[in-house]
């Protein structure tokens, strides 16, 4: 496995709702070789403060060099990045980690909430059939509020996925949890894949044990490198060991992941 | 072209007591993990030396999360020097790190003065170190906990066993949590050390007040980055003026020019740590940014602007 690091021209900065930005960049070198489920290290700004690059899974990646993020903004770091105009430079280290496998057999469900559901379209791309039958991919989406997913949403149905939704401002779809959606389909799924806050990851990593279906799960740390030199991306193995986030994962099977503690 | 290369060749070797380094730009342990991590996007062939990830007698997990916060221009980190211990390190580590043409400085910690030596005995048989670099920031277990790195005459006596026990160059990894530096210096240089690296991370703490819990699990953990620069350079300054030995600048060193004020104010070399997480080419760039700097100085050597900081009118 081979990262770079790679000074990528933005293309174009989409915003999508009033914190949420989808960047277009050239990044020939990253994007050849990403893989759904991996993420760059991508700097913010070019001052010292903030410090330390932040962590991007890929959302999505061509061919033909772009590479799409997903950028919530959350503090400093990402106001700033998300704030870049096409022609800006934003320097990118990547790609990083271990994503998710191959799917070996369908249907596979997707379930992302909110910021999480950035690698899953990645996912959708990639690894299913283009396009799959509706009933090879189940896709639950969950978020705050409908206009942070209509977007999203609308590019899984265009991938042929079958999508479902849940709000928790009942905007959308379901008015309740994401993970309301999973038990119905869970009998005939053969794996789920999920990316979103932890306690929703580990609400889906419960069903699915108790339904023993597997399940494979992207994590999230804050991570000064992303390359395994920091050692500060850890989190709790459910064998008791610390597992680093930046080199393990950040995919993980979930029955590997401590999620209750 | 091989007449400009001749002419534009400055030599920026320096040594470090009986160590000879092609260039003064080295990495900070705990930093550049084993270096392998590094290996696609640094040329591990060019640097001065690759100081590696502290390495105890036992494998250590290291301390829970969260480990690391990120504060105004720097970072704190608690990773509790998490490491693969001596026997991993030599059957896993060391076979990459012989490939890399840099020269290799292992880092060793312990709870105890003969963990030291025992690392530094069992570390000075296996080919390819070229030197050790003493982290004395730890708790002496038999002491009550006291940390070896801030009373003189223990910072003293792990030198001296180290020193007892290894033909390799020692260097001594000073902590800036003590009253005075200068003193710590001594006492190590006294019994032996090759040189003095320093600082280690500036003990600290941040605090999130929407949850008012602290924001490292382990409450408190060490301050890097270039937040602090202006104390590092000023212990550096203090220390080479006190003591023969050589002396390794370490402390938020990001660029060329941070790296030539350490250089000026008396380090022989320095050590680049947090840049090379927020800049894997910090190094790189800070070995091209101290030639240029000689070329515009019209000096003809790196050997020539160490110390040279000017004082008076």
Known sequence: MSEYQENSVVQSNDRVTDSLYRLTLHAPRIAERAQPGQFVMAACGQSLDPLLRRPFSIHQASATGTLQLLVKVIGRGTRLLSSVRPGDIVNLIGPLGRGFSRPKESPVCLVGGGIGIAPLVFFAQRFLHQPPPSEDCVVLLGSRTGNEILQLAAEFIDLGCLVLTATDDGSHGHHGLVTDLLPPYLSQIKKVYVCGPTAMMSAVAGICHDATVPCEASLEAHMACGLGACLGCTIHGADGSYKHVCKQGPVFNAEEIAWKR | ?313
């Open chain 2, 1 to 313: 072209m091989e007449t400009l290369n001749s002419i534009a060749t400055i030599p920026l070797a320096v040594t470090i007591g009986p160590l000879q380094l092609a260039n003064p730009v080295m990495t900070a342990s705990g930093t550049f993990g084993y270096a392998s991590e590094f290996s696609n996007l640094v040329d591990l062939d060019r640097l001065g030396a690759l100081v590696v990830k502290g390495i105890s007698l036992e494998p250590r997990s290291g301390n829970p999360p969260p480990r690391i916060v990120e504060t105004a221009c720097g970072m704190l980190n608690a990773i509790g020097l998490e490491n693969v211990g001596l026997e991993r390190f030599i059957t896993e580590k060391m076979p990459f790190l012989r490939t890399c043409q840099s020269r290799v400085i292992v880092n060793i910690l312990g709870d105890s003065i003969e963990e030291y030596a025992i690392l530094a005995k069992e570390l000075s048989g296996v080919a390819g170190i070229d030197g050790l670099e003493i982290n004395i920031s730890c708790p002496n277990v038999k002491k009550g906990g006291v940390a070896f790195g801030t009373v003189p005459a223990m910072a003293a006596a792990v030198t001296q066993a180290v020193k007892n026990v290894t033909e390799l160059p020692v260097i001594v990894k000073l902590s800036p949590n003590v009253t005075d530096i200068v003193a710590m210096a001594q006492a190590v240089e006294t019994s032996g050390a090759d040189a003095v690296s320093l600082i280690n991370t500036l003990i600290g703490m941040a605090i999130d007040v929407q949850t008012r819990k602290p924001r490292l699990a382990n409450i408190i953990g060490g301050l890097s980055g270039p937040a602090i620069k202006p104390v590092a350079l000023r212990m550096v300054w203090q220390v080479a003026s006190a003591v023969s030995i050589p002396v390794i600048g370490i402390g938020g060193i990001g660029t060329a020019e941070d790296a030539i004020e350490f250089l000026l104010a008396g380090a022989t070399a320095v050590q680049v740590g947090t840049a090379n997480f927020y800049n894997p080419s910090a190094t790189e760039q800070i070995l091209a940014g101290i030639d240029l700097y000689l070329r515009q100085q019209g000096e003809t050597s790196v050997q020539a602007i160490i110390g040279s900081l000017r004082l008076g009118a």
